[in-house]
């Protein structure tokens, strides 16, 4: 017997959403997965092209969460050596001030301060807040600390925004760099001078000079500084043939990042402020200017050359009567003769002496990257002046000046302007000022002074350096009077081969050391003590020193070989 089958049957239902337009007929229907589809799409559609609008514009804001981020009335360029090492940055600092007025709940906000300050006098706080309006909380805070002082949302507690400019090498480049004010502008130095330029400019600004040779420089000076006793001294090292400064040192110098108000004249630069009558150095201005006149040749005798002579009543005198009377141009200047100077000048003339000064630049004001520049006296060339000049004494002029008139005598006659801002290498044709066998005839000159036994510069012959130069030995002038104080100087030039740099150190008012023991260089043997205060014994023995540490130096990196 059959049964019969079980059946039953499921209908599936769908729901359906139908629109109907009257006017045509048209019946559309959706699904209602996909109609919620299309209405995500249309909302991601939208979204997308707003998000494309927004990309596509310029940011017009800062991004305010990075404490440390600069705004252009805050920022100030940073300034590099030759090698790229900081000499001065700018960093951001945060100082935070509490309005006393602004204060919700003073129990509330000693207490969240406590947590973040632990080691503040909180008694002292509690007075101020009592007593003042406003005040500062805490100065140059911490990047950690202004977080927390920012997470406790309290209006009362205000951050101020401040440059911190940082000078790591410390003394080392003070009175190149200078200082800034409390509102970020340059009261000195390349801060100064540069002030316009640092606060727009965003790369950094790269200097001629090198940390490495200027502290070998600087740390000789203070060691000789203690050992001769000398008020202050300098030292400027320059590129012959460019201008390019690789050093530059005055002692004493001072820390730029304590911000002192420095007023003791003692801190002067010396090398391009101070002005001092520099003596005999002046002696190779007279021969060469004589030299490009034709007035003269190296090997023009002087005969019956007196040991004194006369000029309005006032004496002039060799500095060592061991001098021979009868003596030709180049060995006045070898030997560092007074009289025979005088009478080289005497061919010149006043006049064409004077103009032969300015030409070169000793006796003319001159342009440079810092305005700590000293004016230049104005001298009425006659008869005495004429006399004086021609060996150093009675015209006073800088350490800067001098190196300038140093090098164009030595690279070939042409002009140049000492910098300390590197810059490109231009096709600028140079002005050629003398001639280039008299350039010829003055190196070799110098080399004599420093490699012969008749030369007062022996100190300073360093083997393989092929150092040339020129000691000047002045009573220094105060108050318009010359006194017992000495300004020793010398003036030197190497390769003189090949002239590539004039390096120059001065000492103002050094004194003999009793216990310093020379060492020949021309010879065996030495001497203990120093015999005379004149530049042979005091600047020409540091130059010396100095040449024997940066010499390698110089020879790696600025040397070229041909």
């Given at each position: 017997?059959?049964?019969?089958?079980?059946?039953?049957?499921?209908?599936?239902?769908?729901?359906?959403?139908?629109?109907?337009?009257?006017?045509?007929?048209?019946?559309?229907?959706?699904?209602?997965?996909?109609?919620?589809?299309?209405?995500?799409?249309?909302?991601?559609?939208?979204?997308?092209?707003?998000?494309?609008?927004?990309?596509?514009?310029?940011?017009?804001?800062?991004?305010?969460?990075?404490?440390?981020?600069?705004?252009?009335?805050?920022?100030?360029?940073?300034?590099?050596?030759?090698?790229?090492?900081?000499?001065?940055?700018?960093?951001?600092?945060?100082?935070?001030?509490?309005?006393?007025?602004?204060?919700?709940?003073?129990?509330?906000?000693?207490?969240?301060?406590?947590?973040?300050?632990?080691?503040?006098?909180?008694?002292?706080?509690?007075?101020?807040?009592?007593?003042?309006?406003?005040?500062?909380?805490?100065?140059?805070?911490?990047?950690?600390?202004?977080?927390?002082?920012?997470?406790?949302?309290?209006?009362?507690?205000?951050?101020?925004?401040?440059?911190?400019?940082?000078?790591?090498?410390?003394?080392?480049?003070?009175?190149?760099?200078?200082?800034?004010?409390?509102?970020?502008?340059?009261?000195?130095?390349?801060?100064?001078?540069?002030?316009?330029?640092?606060?727009?400019?965003?790369?950094?600004?790269?200097?001629?000079?090198?940390?490495?040779?200027?502290?070998l420089i600087r740390k000789e000076l203070l060691k000789y500084q203690q050992i001769f006793k000398s008020k202050g001294s300098a030292a400027i090292l320059m590129d012959v043939n460019n201008g390019n400064i690789l050093s530059l040192v005055s002692l004493p110098d001072f820390n730029p990042n304590e911000r002192?108000?420095?007023?003791?004249?003692?801190?002067?630069?010396?090398?391009?402020?101070?002005?001092?009558?520099?003596?005999?150095?002046?002696?190779?201005?007279?021969?060469?200017?004589?030299?490009?006149?034709?007035?003269?040749?190296?090997?023009?005798?002087?005969?019956?050359?007196?040991?004194?002579?006369?000029?309005?009543?006032?004496?002039?005198?060799?500095?060592?009567?061991?001098?021979?009377?009868?003596?030709?141009?180049?060995?006045?200047?070898?030997?560092?003769?007074?009289?025979?100077?005088?009478?080289?000048?005497?061919?010149?003339?006043?006049?064409?002496?004077?103009?032969?000064?300015?030409?070169?630049?000793?006796?003319?004001?001159?342009?440079?990257?810092?305005?700590?520049?000293?004016?230049?006296?104005?001298?009425?060339?006659?008869?005495?002046?004429?006399?004086?000049?021609?060996?150093?004494?009675?015209?006073?002029?800088?350490?800067?000046?001098?190196?300038?008139?140093?090098?164009?005598?030595?690279?070939?006659?042409?002009?140049?302007?000492?910098?300390?801002?590197?810059?490109?290498?231009?096709?600028?044709?140079?002005?050629?000022?003398?001639?280039?066998?008299?350039?010829?005839?003055?190196?070799?000159?110098?080399?004599?002074?420093?490699?012969?036994?008749?030369?007062?510069?022996?100190?300073?012959?360093?083997?393989?350096?092929?150092?040339?130069?020129?000691?000047?030995?002045?009573?220094?002038?105060?108050?318009?009077?010359?006194?017992?104080?000495?300004?020793?100087?010398?003036?030197?030039?190497?390769?003189?081969?090949?002239?590539?740099?004039?390096?120059?150190?001065?000492?103002?008012?050094?004194?003999?050391?009793?216990?310093?023991?020379?060492?020949?260089?021309?010879?065996?043997?030495?001497?203990?003590?120093?015999?005379?205060?004149?530049?042979?014994?005091?600047?020409?023995?540091?130059?010396?020193?100095?040449?024997?540490?940066?010499?390698?130096?110089?020879?790696?990196?600025?040397?070229?070989?041909?």
């Amino acid at each position: 017997m059959n049964k019969p089958k079980s059946k039953f049957t499921i209908d599936d239902n769908k729901s359906n959403f139908v629109f109907k337009k009257s006017n045509t007929g048209l019946n559309i229907q959706f699904n209602r997965v996909a109609f919620i589809f299309f209405v995500f799409f249309i909302i991601y559609l939208i979204y997308t092209i707003h998000l494309i609008h927004l990309g596509s514009r310029e940011t017009k804001f800062e991004d305010t969460n990075d404490p440390f981020h600069f705004n252009n009335d805050l920022y100030r360029a940073d300034i590099l050596d030759i090698n790229g090492n900081y000499l001065a940055k700018t960093v951001k600092s945060i100082d935070i001030g509490l309005k006393t007025s602004d204060i919700i709940s003073k129990e509330k906000l000693l207490l969240s301060l406590r947590i973040i300050f632990p080691e503040k006098d909180f008694n002292e706080i509690e007075k101020k807040i009592e007593n003042k309006n406003f005040f500062y909380l805490e100065k140059k805070i911490s990047e950690e600390k202004y977080e927390q002082i920012m997470k406790l949302g309290d209006k009362s507690l205000i951050p101020e925004e401040r440059v911190l400019r940082i000078y790591p090498q410390k003394n080392l480049f003070s009175h190149i760099l200078g200082q800034i004010d409390n509102d970020n502008n340059g009261i000195s130095g390349l801060e100064k001078s540069l002030n316009e330029e640092l606060q727009t400019t965003r790369a950094p600004i790269k200097l001629t000079v090198d940390k490495d040779i200027q502290f070998l420089i600087r740390k000789e000076l203070l060691k000789y500084q203690q050992i001769f006793k000398s008020k202050g001294s300098a030292a400027i090292l320059m590129d012959v043939n460019n201008g390019n400064i690789l050093s530059l040192v005055s002692l004493p110098d001072f820390n730029p990042n304590e911000r002192k108000n420095i007023k003791d004249v003692n801190y002067i630069n010396r090398v391009t402020k101070g002005t001092y009558e520099l003596g005999s150095v002046f002696k190779i201005f007279t021969y060469a200017n004589a030299l490009n006149e034709n007035l003269i040749e190296p090997e023009t005798e002087f005969l019956d050359l007196p040991k004194s002579i006369s000029c309005d009543k006032f004496r002039i005198g060799e500095y060592d009567n061991d001098i021979p009377s009868n003596l030709t141009a180049e060995q006045i200047i070898i030997r560092s003769g007074n009289i025979g100077s005088v009478r080289i000048a005497q061919k010149i003339g006043p006049e064409k002496f004077k103009d032969f000064l300015e030409k070169i630049g000793v006796l003319k004001k001159i342009n440079f990257d810092i305005e700590e520049i000293a004016p230049q006296n104005s001298y009425e060339f006659k008869k005495c002046k004429l006399a004086t000049a021609s060996y150093g004494h009675g015209i006073a002029t800088t350490i800067l000046q001098l190196a300038k008139g140093y090098s164009i005598l030595s690279n070939g006659g042409f002009e140049i302007s000492p910098t300390l801002i590197s810059r490109k290498d231009g096709s600028i044709k140079r002005k050629r000022l003398i001639r280039r066998e008299v350039s010829d005839q003055v190196v070799t000159t110098l080399r004599k002074i420093v490699n012969t036994d008749e030369g007062t510069a022996k100190f300073a012959n360093v083997p393989n350096y092929e150092i040339g130069g020129k000691t000047g030995t002045a009573d220094k002038v105060l108050n318009g009077r010359y006194s017992d104080g000495k300004v020793n100087t010398f003036a030197s030039v190497f390769p003189t081969s090949k002239p590539k740099f004039v390096f120059i150190v001065m000492f103002d008012e050094p004194q003999k050391s009793k216990d310093y023991y020379y060492k020949y260089r021309h010879r065996d043997g030495g001497w203990r003590g120093t015999l005379k205060n004149s530049a042979g014994w005091t600047s020409v023995e540091v130059v010396g020193k100095i040449i024997d540490k940066i010499g390698p130096i110089l020879a790696t990196k600025y040397i070229q070989v041909y």
